[in-house]
């Protein structure tokens, strides 16, 4: 019998169903180039000193978030759901209200440190030291690029390069922008910056972007930002709620056999005496 009831309480927590139930919108398939899942099939052909990489840069929490996916379905309900001007998320009759420092928690970010934005410059040229050009700074490339090279420098470099484009702020085209290339001659600093804020305050200007070009009926349904973000937010919340509810259900269980086990007690009183 406890078995059939953790099974039920777990269905609670079946994040395939639509969450978001009076959202009265029919989907317009959202797109977007936020690739956390990608980074997990990566990961997969990785040797293990590539993948110490990523805990090198500072991104050890994305060994973990590189397991999850986007639902798109969702995700589009709570960008819905959003007020970019404050951070705030509307879900449930409750206000979420989105930090840096819980962004940094869900993807495993520096969540301290120099601003991002404090170490980037223009950059219109090429890297020849690493063969980088503008047209080769595309993720589906870059995957290709890892995938087949060895370890080294140049691994770290466009590894670094695919996380950012990727994960932490990606763009609306399919190209990943020169200016991180500011970034290459200081790989040692990459660790010490606030990548949380970063992915942040880049979520939520591609939000509102997104939802202004909806009402103005543009047909681009690309959105910007690491929108990942959102869902993420969204089922850490309903995770903190699913385990709260699943302690009471096991606090009135203990008091219902608590009082099943006084009923007999009296009932046998009354009967045998």
């Known amino acids: 019998m406890a078995h059939e009831d953790n099974d039920q309480m777990e269905d609670l927590l079946d994040v395939s169903v639509p969450v978001l139930q009076n959202t009265g919108r029919k989907y317009r398939h959202l797109q977007c180039r936020c690739m956390v899942h990608k980074l997990g099939c990566l990961l997969k052909v990785l040797s293990e000193d590539k993948k110490a990489v990523i805990t090198l840069f500072g991104f050890g929490g994305l060994l973990e978030a590189a397991s999850y996916s986007l639902r798109m379905g969702l995700v589009e309900d709570l960008v819905a759901c959003v007020e970019p001007d404050t951070g ?18 869900l993807l495993g970010l520096p969540c301290s440190g120099p601003d991002v934005d404090g170490r980037l410059s223009p950059v219109g040229a090429s890297d020849e030291r690493y063969n980088i050009t503008r047209t080769s700074l595309t993720p589906r490339l870059l995957y290709t690029e890892l995938i087949q090279m060895s370890y080294g420098e140049e691994f770290k470099v466009k590894l670094l390069l695919y996380i950012i484009g990727t994960i932490i702020r990606p763009t609306g085209n399919v190209y990943i922008a020169t200016t991180y290339l500011s970034l290459l001659p200081n790989l040692d600093d990459i660790r010490n910056l606030n990548w949380a804020k970063y992915a942040f305050e880049g ?33 850490s919340s309903l995770r903190t ?16 056999l608590s009082a099943l086990t006084d009923i007999r007690q009296d009932v046998a009183v009354m009967v045998y005496g």
């Not at 989105?98 to 928690?105: D, F, K, L, R």
């Not at 939520?204 to 993420?232: E, F, S």
Request: aromatic letters at 8%; a positive charge.
């Open 88 to 105: 705030v998320l509307s879900v449930h009759g409750r206000e979420l209200h989105m930090t840096p420092w819980y962004a940094g928690s």
């Open 203 to 235: 979520m939520l200007p591609a939000v509102r972007t997104y939802k202004i070009g909806r009402v103005k009926g543009l047909k681009n349904k690309c959105i910007k930002g690491c929108i990942w973000i959102l869902q993420g937010q969204e089922e």
């Open 241 to 256: 709620d699913f385990n709260a509810l699943k302690m009471d259900f096991k606090k009135l269980k203990s008091h219902v």
